[in-house]
Structures are given as structure tokens and as C-alpha cells.
């Protein structure tokens, strides 16, 4: 990447965060998300963008459920499911597009979480992400917890892939 924007590190390459369509189904989702190794995607509706924080929404889905809640949503749309959450788990990417030549600083003083289009001309880049809780949940990988303390990949199926335990929480790491 040239420019300041991709040598900051609050810089998100487009290819690191997988683009979910609003139809994909949850799990597909987390899948996706597993292979990755992201704990954040990317997702558009009615023109707009977000980056969306996979764990924030595992958390609201998944936590607390009994296993056929889980595989029911598991089976939502991911566009059902974010109309669902209680509390808002995206951050809307900001309008104003950032040329891969400005300087950084200037933007990662906002107050609040924003994403922003980084672009080369018409070529979108990536984004540059203002808060280090949403750069560390768009860079790091999200894992599901057993009752156990083993680590899943994704939610899938409510269970451990090693044993019969439940899922019960999501960490990144």
C-alpha cells in the first residue's frame, strides 16, 4: 500500500476483512469469519457500509442460549440477525473518503469509533479504523469458548467440535 494511510496502523487492508452479503446465513458468517482469523467483516445495506464487530454480535446471539435457540439462529440471515441485536454492533464507514497520501493523525483523533474509506483515486484500499478497540477486534481472531475452556473455531452447532460441552462465551485474540 503507498501513502500514509497504509503505512498507519490503524490501516485495514480490504482484503483482511471478508465482505458478508446480507443473506448469509450466521453461521456461514462465523465460518468465514474462522477461516479468516477476523473478528470483524465488512457488510453493506441501503448504500451503506459497515464494519461490523463479530464478537459484539456472537456475544448478543449466543450467550446464554440453550442449544436449539443457538442452531435457530445460527440458521438467521446475517441481515436478520443484526435487525435483531439489541445493542449496535457495526460502525457506519464514513462518507468522507481518505486519500492513501493524507495524513493519519489528523483523523485518528476522533472522539468516537469511525471507519473511513482509504482510497487511491477510485480504488478503494481499506479502511482507517480510529479506535483501537475496533482496530483490535478487525485484526485479531475470534475463537468460541466450551464449558470446557477448548477453543472452537466457530459457534457452528452450539457444541465443542472436541467434546459434548456447550459453548458459552467468544474471546479474540
Known sequence: MGGKMGKSSNFVSLES??????????????????????????????????????????????????????????????????????????????????????????FLQQSSEQAFWVTDGDRRLGWLLTKDALLHTATKRLVYICANNHENPDPDHGTCYKCPAKIVRNELR
Open 17 to 106: 476483512l471478508p465482505e458478508i452479503e446480507g443473506s448469509t446465513s450466521v453461521a456461514d458468517t462465523y465460518r468465514r469469519l474462522g477461516k479468516a482469523q477476523r473478528g470483524a467483516f465488512s457488510y453493506s445495506e441501503n448504500g451503506m457500509h459497515y464494519i461490523v464487530k463479530a464478537d459484539d454480535l456472537a456475544t448478543q446471539l449466543f450467550e446464554a442460549q440453550d442449544i436449539s435457540t443457538l442452531r435457530e439462529r445460527a440458521a438467521w440471515s446475517i441481515r436478520d440477525a443484526m435487525r435483531r441485536v439489541k445493542i449496535p454492533v457495526q460502525v457506519a464507514v464514513a462518507e468522507r473518503r481518505l486519500s492513501a497520501d493524507e495524513d493519519p493523525q489528523t
